[in-house]
């Protein structure tokens, strides 16, 4: 048989030439999603095992498709996937796409006797349409993604704790309103933001669960029209092997080709998480703010020249970064709600412009996170000098005193007071 190899001849044929004819010359390939293109080899892999299993394909055929399809699900031939992620026909041209180049691959991987066709169309998308092949292809591609923010959020929650740890006994001065406020202690801070952190862990785990069901199998608006008795259950047990996920038919083919939602939760989840990560940076530039003119409560690890003009000045480098990823975050989210609320009546047909902007978001996301542990949570030093000056009067005595004299005794004017005071 022939080795596998990345010829300089593309493997694709003339629906992929009309898709590349007719869309725009710029904007991301699926090449460059590796990742998209390797769980939707996944796919082709299951569904062609699916096909031999139930005879619905020769032996031959069969066997030749599913070693074309396991190279390009082990990262193989990925030069020869040049379609945009949006692209003219949606799923249709990445699904045409993928069929083109396993055809051709698998053609040169017959035996020499064998005097057989593979067909895109007839046989390597056998049992399957875009219709199904492409939601689930981008659903074992998000689950991977969504469990993979969970572990740099749970990495993320282990440098809070860490550093709990070390600071146990440092206090600081809490703030309501950018006004002082009462004695907050940084380890209770620090274990706060380590619960955030997990919590989004948690609910990306649960969002990928409702992924895990998939729609193999359903091909036209879940119909199954096209597939033989028993093909789903038999692929999708064969996706689940090949991927390592649980994954599962789903229980309303109709509903889960007409509803997108699922992708919603994993979007949402994100833009939350997006909004937090924003809100930590936001503080540790205002707490590391200074070092003379600000709070100065915190430093911040020194990573590189913060000005091209000012010598010396070095700034929340870290932070600054992490702050405006989460800008393209959450506007992916946003993306992915006006794809659920759209679509045709019986399907939910915009699932590419699903994977150009929340994967990316995704990967943006683990990365961040992960960074902003290495270089920054790791390396923050509270400054206790500084932290003391700084909480020398908090309003916990006050408090105290209240308690005991009331209210206005201790603030020496009532809100009546001040009311009264604006009138003259």
């Not at 180049?101 to 040169?108: G, H, I, P, W």
């Not at 492409?134 to 969504?146: E, G, H, S």
């Not at 703010?289 to 929340?316: A, C, D, R, T, W």
């Amino acid at each position: 048989m022939t080795e596998s190899t990345d010829t300089a001849a593309p493997l694709w044929g003339p629906m992929t030439a009309l898709v590349l004819q007719n869309s725009p010359a710029s904007g991301p390939r699926l090449r460059e999603l590796p990742a998209f293109v390797r769980a939707f080899g996944e796919v082709k892999l299951a569904a062609a095992r699916a096909n031999g299993d139930l005879h619905v394909l020769d032996e031959v055929r069969a066997k030749v498709i599913a070693e074309a399809a396991s190279e390009v699900a082990q990262g193989g031939l990925i030069d020869h996937f040049p379609v945009r992620l949006v692209a003219t026909g949606g799923g249709t041209a990445t699904n045409m796409n993928v069929n083109e180049v396993l055809a051709a691959r698998a053609t040169q991987l017959l035996p020499g006797d064998a005097d057989l066709v593979i067909h895109p169309n007839d046989h390597v998308n056998k049992s399957q349409s875009s219709n199904d092949t492409y939601p689930t292809a981008t659903k074992v591609l998000l689950v991977r993604q969504a469990y993979e923010a969970a572990a740099a959020l749970r990495e993320l929650a282990q440098s809070f704790h860490r550093q709990a740890e070390q600071n146990i006994g440092v206090d600081r001065m809490g703030r309501t309103s950018w006004q002082d406020a009462v004695i907050v202690p940084v380890s209770a801070t620090l274990r706060a933001q380590a619960t955030a952190a997990e919590r989004f862990a948690d609910q990306f785990e649960a969002a990928a669960q409702v992924l895990l069901a998939v729609q193999l199998g359903g091909t036209v608006l879940g119909t199954g029209v096209g597939a033989p008795e028993g093909f789903t259950a038999a692929a999708v047990d064969h996706l689940a092997e090949i991927t390592g996920l649980p994954l599962r038919p789903s229980a309303d083919r109709i509903d889960a080709f007409m509803h997108a939602d699922g992708y919603a939760v994993l979007a949402d989840t994100a833009a939350r998480c997006a909004s937090i990560l924003f809100k930590w940076c936001q503080a540790l530039c205002i707490l590391s703010s200074g070092p003379n003119g600000g709070l100065s409560e915190l430093s911040l690890p020194k990573l590189q020249p913060g000005s091209s003009i000012m010598p010396g000045k070095v700034n929340p480098a870290v932070p600054t970064m992490v702050m405006q990823a989460t800008f393209a975050i959450r506007a992916a989210a946003t993306g992915v709600g006006m794809v659920v609320a759209s679509g045709d009546p019986d399907i939910a047909g915009h699932g590419p412009a699903v994977v150009a902007g929340l994967s990316p978001a995704l990967t943006e996301l683990s990365s961040v996170v992960a960074v902003l542990r290495d270089k920054c949570i790791d390396g923050l030093r509270w400054n206790k000098e500084r932290l003391a000056a700084l909480g020398a009067t908090p309003f916990d005595a006050a408090i105290a005193r209240a308690e005991e004299a009331g209210y206005d005794s201790v603030a020496g004017r009532s809100a009546s007071t001040y009311l009264a005071a604006q009138k003259e």
